[in-house]
């Protein structure tokens, strides 16, 4: 396999994070490059928890019991074998007990809960913005690969979701409780009359209510101006992909395709880039 494309993606995607940075290293008296691999190994750690989330959540299993192990032999996965990132490579991608392949997945989403720690504590510093902003990143990875696994988006982790992004509203000031109530109230509203709509129309559910309870959370975390950015940024993207995938397979027509990564990919950018875009739209209506 060539690694060269992904080696050279990673070095652009830290320069990235280096360029957004706002240095708050100086303050810490910490070296800034020491401080962001602690970050990422943080990140990677949270990574491995979301693994677990992902493949239990949907199923109904305990988060915290029995401990990790194969899916498919069911044997305890020992500490040594259970380490982000490394243990796949030296495990070489098979479970040490049965050989069965282990998902690349399981790494991958390591590695980007990780460099998602680096860029959002870079960009928002190490502070409480930086640690809820990055809380709901992990909750997007989540949802976003239960929803492409099972079509489903868990009330367990969008109904506590909706009252934390609130409640942090008080705490860190990225967004006045005014504004986060008010995302709230729009994105569960506006999606709810979408969705009434459509099925007035066609008699058929075409929103979930997931979508509808994401977008009020990813309104409760990011303000009312994330939920009308998110809805706009996740139809375009998702009536791409919705056609691109529709025209590749003529045949069964009607593909259900899940709509949570879509609204996820929206609120990610939003995190980043957001307040920008907004400001170039504005500025290009002027
Ligand atoms: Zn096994």
Redesign the pocket.
Known sequence: MNREPITLGLKYFYCLTLTLSRSNCKELGVEPLVLRIWIFLFGLAVGSFLNVCIYRLPRSLSLIRPRSM?P??Q?RIAFYDNVPVASYVWLRGR?R??G?AISLRYPIIELVSGLFAVAVFARYGLSWQGLFLYALVAALLVITFIDIDHQIIPDVITFPGIGVGFLTSFVSGHVTYKESLFGIILGGGVLLLVALGYYLLTKREGMGGGDIKLLAMIGAFLGWKAVIFTIFVGSAVGTVVGVALALRKEEGRRLAIPFGPFLSLGALLYIFFGPQIIGWYVALLR
């Open positions: 194969c498919d032999c044997a479970c007990h049965c069965t």
